[in-house]
């Protein structure tokens, strides 16, 4: 594709995403390639790198394409990010060419506001902070209250693209048979700083379709998830309920840290969660999950189950705030109401899950969130409910050194993991 094409491509597709404002933009994305088979795997990289950035920059970019009187449709943004980020404005006129795959000529007014661009840079002292830090208006002072003198530096770091972190499959060989797997596909990866099966990839590389992923030696797992799995401190033998499993990120590190001994019952509520972790627990070699859906109303298989299990791990659904660096339109979606709606939520999880945990068990209660009414005070309330259930400090090293008053909250800046929080708590 040529420069001009690429652009383009650019453009349409973060039209796409903009016609579907509830759909997730890598949803939107997939149905947008599917249906333009033409376009190579190196443009399509390309093409999507510069919408995903457009996207890290949407509320900086509106307010700059509105203060110069314009509208920010795909093709605004696309130009404006250039010209915002350095490129000739001349130079980015000139890819609105009209030629064969190339956009359209801009408007008069076009030109004008994105004239009006010329000699800026992204940042504003004028810009309101929610807008510099690219959240709803709304979350701000959420966000403020949490990090306090911190926001900029926190919330900015949730703005940088992701890193690509592996997880080692012990069942299937040691962290530096990993390593070498990897460097034989040409893939550099180095340990990470916290998890002890953590691995850290060097640039963007294709692990998925390598022998290592593909012979389930590694997974795909975030550090943060990894350091949740193994709050859990599920060992050999013992019965432990995964009661959101999904699609089983948490249920395979646990899997791996029982070595296959003992029992876990993944639960959700959603069948093509678990579904999704069947092939996962294959290729991983683990053979001792049991999947469950639960529905409404099956009152029995809970009471048989009641107090039975040592471990309950319970990944609440949440605003996932604490991954907006992998999902940058997620931000935008997220409303208020989302928020309380999922308080609700959490609370009546955790309530419900606590049940199946026997004396003396833990439960980890974990998002991956960073605001304080999905986790510490959710916390908080259940314990206030709960007299028999007291917040104990992680067991394992690893995760008490990362803990403050007996709870981790993992961010971006100051971890390097995506955003998360987790509390043990035990049955008394
Ligand atoms: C954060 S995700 C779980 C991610 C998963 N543990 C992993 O590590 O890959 C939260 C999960 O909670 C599930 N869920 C939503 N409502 C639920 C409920 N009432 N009971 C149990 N699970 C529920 C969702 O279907 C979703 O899979």
């Known amino acids: 594709m040529t420069p001009n094409a690429r652009f383009e491509a650019a453009i349409a597709l973060l039209d796409a995403i903009a016609a579907a404002p509830r759909k997730p933009a890598d949803a939107v994305a997939n149905d947008f390639f599917r249906s333009r088979r033409y376009i190579g795997s190196g443009d399509r990289r390309a093409v999507s790198d510069q919408a995903w ?142 998890s002890p099966w953590g691995l850290r990839v060097e640039g963007r590389r294709p692990v998925v379709t390598g022998e290592a992923f593909q012979s389930g030696l590694v997974e795909i797992q975030d550090e943060g998830s990894q350091i949740v799995a193994l709050m859990a401190e599920p060992q050999p033998g013992l019965r432990v309920l995964d009661y959101c499993a999904g699609a089983g990120g948490k249920t395979l590190a646990m899997a791996m840290m029982m070595e296959n001994k003992g029992h876990i019952l993944a ?64 931000r935008g979606r997220l409303t208020e109401q989302d928020l309380s709606e999922l308080v609700v939520k959490q609370a009546s999880i955790l309530q419900e899950a606590s049940r199946f945990l026997r004396k003396g068990g833990r439960l980890v209660y974990a998002t991956c969130s960073v605001l304080p009414a999905e986790n510490e005070e959710q916390v908080q309330r259940f314990l206030a409910a709960n007299e028999d259930f007291a917040l104990v400090d992680p067991g394992r090293p690893e995760a008490a050194k990362l803990a403050r008053n007996g709870m981790v909250h993992l961010t971006p800046a100051s971890h390097g993991t995506d955003g998360f929080f987790a509390a043990v708590l035990e049955r008394k």
């Open 53 to 194: 950035s457009v996207m890290r920059q949407h509320r900086r970019l509106t307010w700059w394409i509105e203060r110069a009187q314009g509208q920010a449709s795909g093709r605004m943004l696309v130009s404006a990010a250039a010209v915002l980020g350095g490129q000739i404005y001349g130079d980015v006129c000139a890819m609105f060419s009209g030629g064969k795959y190339a956009p359209q000529p801009l408007e008069s007014d076009e030109a004008e506001t994105l004239r009006r661009l010329k000699d800026h840079t992204i940042e504003h002292p004028a810009m309101p902070p929610a807008v510099r830090l690219e959240v709803p208006d709304w979350i701000y002072p959420l966000l403020e209250a949490r990090f306090g003198a911190e926001t900029d530096r926190e919330v900015a770091a949730m703005l940088t693209p992701a890193p690509l972190d592996l997880r080692v499959n012990m069942l299937k060989g040691t962290r530096q048979q990993a390593m070498d797997a990897l460097a034989a596909e040409g893939i550099a990866a180095k340990s990470g700083r916290f």
């Open 267 to 330: 639960a959700d509520t959603s069948a093509p969660r678990l579904d999704g972790a069947v092939r996962r627990l294959r290729r991983a070699g683990v053979h001792n999950v049991e999947q469950h859906l639960l529905v409404p109303g099956d009152g029995k298989w809970a009471k048989r189950r009641r107090e039975t299990y040592d471990r309950v791990l319970v990944d609440a659904p949440c605003t996932g705030t604490g991954t907006w660096r992998r999902n940058p339109d997620a």
